[in-house]
């Protein structure tokens, strides 16, 4: 019997695949619809104290290999989402609530707030590249990462995931600063802060001018991230950039993921895209002899030339 279930710190999903936090997060319809599409967990989009509408249009740019993004963190407010959440896990998968602050005592009044609303874990953006004063730009710093997760921690009960940002020297340092700070988990990773330019206009596409760079072209660069993690710390690492098969799905598994998120593949295919991908899986499994997800995980590891 092959068994696609896994533990990811003690939430129990059916597979190893969750929706990534800001494609059809925003509402509780549409995270309950992806939920019943397939998805083993929900992550909500990046909630904030305050509503906020984002970066003005365009702010998301197609390119032939990904998307470039700038949306700039538009939520309704954290006030707001109460019912959203309550809403989403109707969809029956655990709902994972990302939350963002520009300081600790923010990130942890946030943290509360989900966990009062029902979310079966959150997950700290620690990485988002395009809105000032947050995500990434306090999340490069390692002490910082380290202080926002304790402070997290100390306020709850339920998981906390910290999601953090490629755009860094060492990203295993960053996760150990995590792990430090008591975080149940890693999320790998946000997009990477890019740039395109149109000639003919001579100016930047996007009006915030960068944007963060996600789908096909960053997996490389995620599943390395994964690899790194993997083998600095002990907590579970979540994959995510660039998934949309089960061949995607397995690179970060092998590298060390106990789950895979997706975010630009729901973007372009729906979110049918999970079926598909834990069908893969399946078959995969079935063909190579696995009976568990638990038994690739990191396996690329042992497995070097
Ligand atoms: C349109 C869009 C909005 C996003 N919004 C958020 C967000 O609110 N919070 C966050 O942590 N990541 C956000 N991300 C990043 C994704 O969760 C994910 O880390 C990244 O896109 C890489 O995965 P993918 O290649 O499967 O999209 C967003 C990505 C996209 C494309």
């Given at each position: ?17 969750m ?8 509402t ?5 619809t ?9 992550v ?7 509503p906020?509408s984002?970066h ?10 990904g ?19 309550a ?38 953006n620690?990485?988002?590249?395009h ?8 999340g ?15 306020r ?46 001579r ?7 960068v944007g ?19 083998e600095?710390?002990?907590?579970p ?6 998934v949309s ?35 893969g ?25």
């Amino acid at each position: 019997m092959i068994d696609l279930s896994v533990d990811l710190c003690g939430l129990k999903l059916r597979n190893p695949t969750m929706l990534a936090a800001g494609v059809l997060g925003e509402t509780g319809k549409s995270m309950a619809t992806v939920a019943r599409a397939g998805a083993g967990a929900i992550v909500t989009k990046s909630i904030g104290k305050k509503p906020r509408s984002g970066h003005l249009n365009p702010c998301v740019v197609e390119l032939p290999f990904g998307l470039l993004n700038a949306m700039g963190l538009p939520n309704p407010g954290a006030e707001a989402f109460g019912r959203e959440i309550a809403e989403a896990r109707e969809g029956g998968a655990p709902v994972i609530a990302s939350v963002f602050g520009s300081t600790e005592e923010e990130f942890a009044e946030l943290c509360g707030l989900m966990a009062k609303y029902g979310a079966d874990a959150v997950e700290l953006n620690l990485s988002c590249p395009h809105a000032h004063g947050y995500g990434a730009e306090i999340g490069s710093d390692p002490d910082t990462v380290q202080a926002i997760c304790r402070k997290a921690k100390k306020r709850l009960r339920i998981p906390v995931l910290a999601k953090l940002t490629p755009d860094t020297t060492s990203i295993a340092d960053l996760a150990l600063a995590a792990q430090r700070g008591g975080a149940d988990g890693i999320v790998a990773i946000n997009t990477l802060k890019g740039m395109r330019i149109l000639p003919e206009a001579r100016m930047p596409v996007l009006a915030n001018r960068v944007g963060g760079l996600s789908g096909p072209a960053i997996r490389p660069v995620g599943v390395r991230c994964v690899y790194e993690i993997f083998e600095a710390v002990k907590v579970p690492v979540v994959g995510v950039g660039g998934v949309s098969n089960a061949s995607d799905a397995l690179e970060y598994i092998m590298a060390g993921a106990s789950s895979v998120q997706v975010g630009t593949a729901v973007w372009s295919e729906g979110p049918e895209v999970f079926s598909k991908i834990t069908g893969g899986l399946m078959k995969f499994m079935a063909e190579n002899g696995f009976n568990s997800v638990k038994e690739m995980v990191g396996i690329a590891h042992s497995s070097r030339p």
